[in-house]
């Protein structure tokens, strides 16, 4: 592909046009402004399944729905579980799309970027066969995780084979795989996701970050200025609290977005300037929230992540 192509600001290509809007390309010229949640976002705000976990997948579609969400975000655990019961996905496809919901995306392909190419091939049939069900519920991405691509990493054979992850899900499941970056794997930060992203030289290529782990990892928020939106396949949301100490926080001390410390305002107003345009998605895993009354979780964690996008005037 021609490299000014690909850097370039065409609307399709996952990562065209990387440069912040006083380089020399500029941000998704062909976007029409459309806002959501009765104009208060411009983003849909998709709820992560993970918040409210204890749930049926089921309940969970209904709850979300009932709470006032855009979309919706399973896991590959809970689709499988779903399909052992007896479920037909395509059908829970269409219940989703029947309540006004849609998914962005599913979690995920977990040990799809394996150190070796046995362990790689070995993994294509899990792979595989969690793409499908994404496929068949209707997602537009699935979560390509990097729990296992081997400490130290070797960058060039995992952008090699997320490449070849794209293809397929392209290719087979019409379905556009992205990379995350956790802090408790190897692959930590969005500047290490996005190299990858990068080097995988695809134009589907794409990442998802979470501020959570944007925080933990120390990678920070300030590259955000940095990146097209167009590079973000999903955006995860919530907060941090002030305690433990950050060496020692952990998936399960989420908070409420603007009930902790991130600066969630100005990480939305740089996500707002970098033309993103796709979900906002409420990502918790707090297991005090998950003894509460699971409806009202939703709903609160609605409301406050459309009270930070308020405050941060976007």
């Not at 006004?100 to 977990?110: A, D, E, K, M, T």
């Not at 926080?249 to 600066?263: A, F, S, T």
């Not at 929230?289 to 609605?302: R, S």
């Amino acid at each position: 592909m021609n490299r000014r192509k690909f850097l370039g600001a065409g609307a399709t290509a996952g990562l065209a046009g990387v440069l912040s809007p006083s380089g020399a390309f500029s941000r998704n010229p062909v976007y029409a402004e459309k806002r959501y949640q009765g104009g208060a976002s411009p983003w849909p705000v998709c709820l992560d399944t993970a918040t409210i976990r204890p749930a049926s997948l089921t309940d969970k579609i209904t709850i979300a729905a009932k709470a006032g969400y855009d979309a919706i975000e399973p896991w590959d655990g809970e689709l499988e579980e779903y399909v052992k019961k007896g479920g037909n996905l395509k059908e829970l496809g269409k219940k989703i799309r029947d309540l006004g919901l849609f998914v962005p995306s599913v979690i995920g392909l977990w040990n799809a970027l394996p150190p070796t190419t046995e362990a790689f091939d070995q993994s294509l049939k899990d792979t595989r066969r969690r793409m499908q069900m994404a496929a068949d519920i209707g997602a537009e991405h699935i979560q390509t995780i990097p729990n296992t691509v081997g400490e130290p990493f070797n960058p060039k054979w995992v952008a090699a084979h997320y490449r070849k992850i794209i293809e397929i899900g392209l290719k087979d499941y019409n379905i556009a795989p992205a990379l995350v970056f956790v802090k408790y794997f190897p692959l930590k930060t969005l500047g290490q996701a996005m190299a990858i992203a990068m080097d995988a030289n695809h134009p589907k290529a794409m990442v998802i970050p979470d501020v959570y782990h944007m925080y933990i990892s120390e990678g920070g928020f300030e590259a955000l200025k940095l990146v097209n939106g167009n590079a973000f396949a999903i955006f995860q949301f919530n907060d941090a609290p002030a305690a433990p100490a950050l060496s020692e926080l952990e998936d399960k001390h989420r908070v409420y977005p603007g009930e902790g410390i991130l600066p969630l305002t100005d990480i939305l107003k740089d996500l707002k300037a970098s033309g993103f345009k796709k979900c906002i998605s409420l990502e918790l895993y707090n297991p005090e929230y998950w003894k509460q009354d699971l409806q009202a979780v939703a709903a609160t964690g609605l409301q406050k992540t459309l009270a930070v996008i308020k405050k941060a005037g976007v």
